[in-house]
T-cell receptor
Framework: GQNIDQPTEMTATEGAIVQINCTYQ??????LFWYQQHAGEAPTFLSY????GLEEKGRFSSFLSRSKGYSYLLLKELQMKDSASYLC?????????FGPGTRLSVLP | DVKVTQSSRYLVKRTGEKVFLECVQD?????MFWYRQDPGLGLRLIYF???????EKGDIPEGYSVSREKKERFSLILESASTNQTSMYLC??????????????FGAGSRLTVL
């Protein structure tokens, strides 16, 4: 199967920068999504990368290296409301394969 | 905004009961999906559907069935609930076609406890 790996927990301080890494298997890979999920809520779309490079969207950026099977989500100027789980999902053909999610705690 | 509505946020059922989880989306999406979410395992695909009356098995279909009689509604059925089906169930939908690039829009989830 296609294993998606990401750290299960991270902690950072308000105002700081945090990088959440995700690795995936490259065979059959079509693209990579990042979702944010607050406790008890639906996952919401953050970003989609299909080509190599960095996609910036406000305080959030996402990077992809197709050859290395690697992506990261960069969160700048962290706010308390950024405390959530961040889900990495690789697309293979028609199917989404999700990682275990990274629970980010932002401390004051 | 696309809305995906799951009828029950919390359910408690007994082992052996039949359970229906309903999901409705209001933006005419062709594709609908059922996932379960467990700590440390991420989202795992149970069943999906690309069209009315069509269904395909995902990664963990055992113990589940689905129904899609109308485009906007995708139901997940547990014929005989078991304790290992205690989980958070998430429904999602996406736009037409079989492109993997379509964004999934999720419902808020249904937390099922089987006693």
């Amino acid at each position: 199967g296609q294993n998606i790996d990401q750290p299960t927990e991270m902690t950072a301080t308000e105002g700081a920068i945090v990088q959440i890494n995700c690795t995936y298997q490259t065979s059959g890979f079509n693209g990579l999504f990042w979702y944010q999920q607050h406790a008890g809520e639906a996952p919401t779309f953050l970003s989609y990368n299909v080509l190599d490079g960095l996609e910036e969207k406000g305080r959030f950026s996402s990077f992809l290296s197709r050859s290395k099977g690697y992506s990261y989500l960069l969160l700048k100027e962290l706010q308390m409301k950024d405390s959530a789980s961040y889900l990495c999902a690789a697309v293979y053909g028609q199917n989404f394969v999700f990682g275990p999610g990274t629970r980010l705690s932002v401390l004051p | 905004d696309v809305k995906v509505t799951q009828s029950s946020r919390y359910l408690v059922k007994r082992t052996g009961e039949k359970v229906f989880l309903e999901c409705v989306q209001d933006m005419d999406h062709e594709n609908m999906f059922w996932y379960r979410q467990d700590p440390g395992l991420g989202l795992r695909l149970i069943y999906f559907s690309y069209d009315v009356k069509m269904k395909e098995k995902g990664d963990i279909p055992e113990g589940y069935s689905v129904s899609r009689e109308k485009k906007e509604r995708f139901s997940l059925i547990l014929e005989s609930a078991s304790t290992n089906q205690t989980s958070m169930y998430l429904c999602a939908s996406s736009l037409s076609g079989k492109s993997g690039a379509n964004v999934l829009t999720f419902g808020a989830g249904s937390r099922l406890t089987v006693l």
